[in-house]
């Protein structure tokens, strides 16, 4: 599949709002540039493309080939500032850094009382809005004002920076700790997803020990518990501790409503906390909780105080989508959750700029995944296609492999048996490959493998034993994952029921649910 070339300044240029075009273009008006300057041609004539194509640009005749970058660089650079102007994305961050920058200017004019009064407002602000890097590069500045005893300050004021500028350094010095840690952690779990034994365990158990800093929790701020409880949520879901999941997640989005002021300045994050609270809802199978939860989300983000910019609206769309999906699945809907595909593939066009290639396949293999409930195989197969061609994409080990379980599954259900052999050869040497063949994939691949040799009147039998051996692996904390992507008990029980595998998933819902 050929990909459509991206320009950064193109890509940038598409993402703009009629608004902030329209303020570009008045932006250019106030700083005195005429019609005819070239970077405003390169804007106009990048507009109208539909796909960045540089031979296109030149033919306009208004610029060579060699300066077109320099070109580029500059209109981009004017975009940014542009931005940077407008009403819509001020936010306390870049008021801070705009005093800061003021603050500077007036020091090198030699004006240092206003300069460190300045100062004095914005170390406020950032301390209040838990921006501490910021404030203590203020107080850096700060120290070097008065450290050229030119202000004739009170005495303890260099006492007053000095513990300002210790005590700022202790917290961004835990927080920096913590949000290392936590990364690192979420980037394991992206790489390699739920860990595979006992001695993976101990291993997360011990790197996650090893470097979690001491604190009191009493002591820390906002921003120092955020990281904190990012921190014990990543290893919960590397560990498959998913109450584990549930607590950390909660008490990360009760720490934004205790704090509502953070949710403006920080909504990505916000959401995250929700996204991940989903999550451990839905692998704890708490549907009543997983219910409010998501109306709750879908209430705060169509709130007009809460922040409407691209990036949230791509990440609302993302975490609203994934979990209407993870609805349908906890309840058995598969039917009734078939309107929702047209809506998300339309989303992810819309958002394809802002969308990381890895959750578009996260999508796909929930729409394979919804049509396999409902019975079209073909479907199904041809979404997860999408996934197994794709060779460039990094992504998690175990969505690639359950990815390739399903589609034998598939292949099998939609009489697709002529090529079925080959297939179960290629998926079998990809799990060798990445290292991660489990008993639950093994039993399925030896029993798909041996279809062919079993007579019609004794398939019932085969289905029978099958689901007695991945029954007794169902609460195994290690094998239990291959569960949470491919519901394989509900589809063997409804080829022994001779049911849909919609009917199957709902009456169990039904009855895990009966009492609410």
Request: proline share 2%; glycine share 4%.
């Amino acid at each position: 599949m050929t990909k459509e070339q991206k320009d950064n300044l193109f890509v940038l240029i598409k993402s703009l709002s009629k608004s902030e075009k329209r303020q570009f273009k008045l932006y250019v008006g106030r700083i005195g540039v005429n019609e005819d300057s070239k970077f405003l041609l390169l804007f106009t004539v990048l507009q109208k493309l539909k796909i960045y194509d540089e031979a296109a640009i030149l033919k306009h005749g208004f610029v060579k080939k060699e300066q077109l970058s320099n070109l580029k660089a500059h209109l981009y650079k004017q975009i940014l500032i542009s931005l940077r102007l407008n009403p819509s994305h001020q936010n306390i961050r870049i008021q801070i850094r705009e005093q800061l920058d003021f603050a500077t200017i007036l020091y090198h004019k030699g004006l240092y009382t206003q300069s460190l009064k300045i100062l004095d407002k914005a170390k406020s602000l950032a301390v209040a809005n838990e921006e501490k890097n910021i404030a203590y590069e203020i107080i850096e500045l700060e120290k070097v004002i008065e450290g050229q005893y030119i202000t004739r300050s009170i005495s303890n004021r260099a006492d007053e920076l000095t513990v300002q500028a210790q005590e700022l350094s202790q917290q961004n010095l835990l927080a920096s700790q913590l949000s290392n840690l936590s990364l690192q952690l979420y980037g394991e779990f992206l790489k390699t997803g739920f860990v595979k034994q006992a001695s993976e365990h101990e291993k997360i158990t011990k790197y996650f020990n090893d470097r979690l800093p001491e604190y009191k929790i009493s002591e820390l701020g906002f921003r120092e518990k955020l990281w904190l409880y990012k921190s014990y949520l990543w290893y919960s879901f590397l560990i498959q501790d998913f109450l584990g999941c549930y607590k950390y997640s909660k008490k990360w989005v009760n720490l934004f409503h205790e704090h509502p002021g953070m949710i403006k300045l920080n909504p990505v994050f916000f959401l995250n906390g929700y996204q991940n609270l989903l999550e451990a809802l839905f692998f704890i199978k708490n549907h009543q909780k997983f219910k409010e939860t998501l109306t709750r989300l879908v209430e705060i983000t169509k709130e007009e105080g809460f922040p409407k910019d691209d990036n949230v609206q791509s990440l609302t769309f993302l975490y609203v989508g994934s979990n209407k999906f993870n609805a349908h699945f906890m309840e058995g809907t598969f039917k009734e959750g078939l309107p929702l595909i047209p809506e998300i593939l339309e989303g992810i066009e819309k958002h394809k700029t802002r969308i990381d290639e890895h959750h578009v396949m996260v999508f796909y293999y929930k729409i394979a995944s919804l049509y396999f409930g409902i019975g079209e195989h073909q479907k199904c197969i041809d979404f997860l296609d999408k996934i197994i061609s794709n060779k460039s994409l990094q992504m998690r080990e175990d969505l690639l492999c359950f990815s390739r379980i399903l589609n034998l599954v598939a292949h099998y259900e939609a009489g697709l048996d002529y090529n079925l052999e080959s297939l179960i050869k290629s998926t079998y040497k990809f799990l060798i490959k990445m290292e991660d063949l489990y008993l639950v994939q093994k039993e399925m691949i030896k029993f798909l493998k041996q279809l062919g040799d079993i007579y019609p009147q004794e398939i019932k039998a085969a289905f029978k034993e099958l689901h007695a051996k991945l029954k007794a692996l169902e609460d195994d904390p290690y094998e239990r994952r291959a569960f949470l992507y491919l519901d394989i008990l509900s589809w063997l029980e409804s080829r022994i029921e001779n049911k849909s595998v919609e009917s199957v998933i709902r009456r169990k819902f039904l009855s895990l649910n009966k009492n609410n």
